[in-house]
């Protein structure tokens, strides 16, 4: 029976937030799975098993506080504690540019990349505090680079780091990082390739269009190893930082500490 770190962490029925999930479950991890998908979370709580950790799925859609809030307290119920907080789920779209853009799913898109971290952050921060933990949040490049047609998203995750940036400096005894993932072969680029053209400029289409063509798409694991590693082990001194999936400081110890491969114990 795993007995390691709590951890709640968002997105997890598939893509990057899987493999989060599959690379803690490897350093022993008690995991809260939040996402819609609950048969794909039944799924992954099941491998979560199998590879060491223990996985209890939460189907919620983020964007209710209702939601958020349940998902912490049975955390609490389940575990009795909580370490970390992983605000991994993600919604792409609308992908429009701002004159055409359904103001619904506008609204929807800042619902699930903002204000679902901020409900979660907010419910778990006396349990996080208590047990000197850390919230971990998946950015993107897009925080800082404006991209034309994804104004919800690029505009949610800009203030999503801000956020990390404002949590940092209130809340001394909870590391707060934001992390950049870098361009991740998961289905959130196959719905740029599919939606983009019309919405984005030809460059910016031909530019994910090749290097999944090439075959440079960064692997999920990769990225999801760097955010594990943030859950486990960012130091106190990062709490603040938007940092990259590769910045040496994260990259080199998680690769110490889980290894290059996900490798089951109790098939
Ligand atoms: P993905 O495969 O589309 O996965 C997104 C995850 O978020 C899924 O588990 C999805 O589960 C969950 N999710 C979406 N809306 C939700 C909602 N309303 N409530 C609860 N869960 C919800 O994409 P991904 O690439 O792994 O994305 C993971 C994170 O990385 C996101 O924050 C994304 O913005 C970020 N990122 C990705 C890239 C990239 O190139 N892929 C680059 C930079 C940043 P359900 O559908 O089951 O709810």
Not at 119 to 142: D, E, K
Not at 158 to 178: K, M, Q, W, Y
Not at 186 to 200: K, L, N, V
Not at 217 to 231: T, Y
Request: glycine share 8%.
């Amino acid at each position: 029976m795993a007995d390691g770190p709590v951890i709640l962490l968002t997105g997890a029925s598939r893509g990057m937030g899987a493999e989060i999930a599959r690379w803690l479950a490897k350093a022993g991890t008690r995991l809260t799975l939040v996402a819609r998908s609950a048969d794909s979370l039944e799924k992954i709580a099941e491998e979560i098993r199998r590879l060491g950790g223990e996985g209890l799925p939460f189907s919620a859609d983020i964007a209710g506080q209702t939601g958020c809030n349940e998902a912490v307290r049975e955390t609490l119920d389940r575990f009795g504690r909580l370490d970390a907080l992983i605000n991994n789920a993600g919604l792409l779209g609308p992908l429009a540019r701002v004159a055409d853009a359904n103001p619904d799913a506008w609204r929807y898109n800042i619902e699930v990349n903002l204000l679902g971290p901020f409900f979660l952050t907010h419910a778990a921060l006396p349990h996080l505090r208590a047990a000197h933990g850390r919230v971990i949040n998946i950015s993107s490049g897009a925080a800082v680079k404006s991209v034309q047609g994804w104004s919800a998203y690029c505009t949610a995750k800009a203030g999503l780091t801000h956020f990390t940036r404002i949590l940092a400096e209130e809340e001394p005894d909870v590391v707060s990082v934001a992390i950049r993932p870098g361009v991740v072969n998961t289905r959130m680029q196959e719905m740029i390739r599919e939606e983009g053209p019309g919405a984005m400029s030809e460059d910016k289409v031909d530019y994910f269009q090749t290097l999944k063509s090439e075959n440079k798409l960064e692997p999920a694991n990769v990225p999801a190893r760097a955010a594990a590693w943030l859950a486990l082990h960012a130091p106190q001194e990062m709490s603040g930082e938007f940092v990259d999936y590769d910045d040496a400081r994260i990259a080199e110890p998680a690769a110490a500490v889980f290894g290059d491969t996900l490798e089951s114990v109790d098939q």
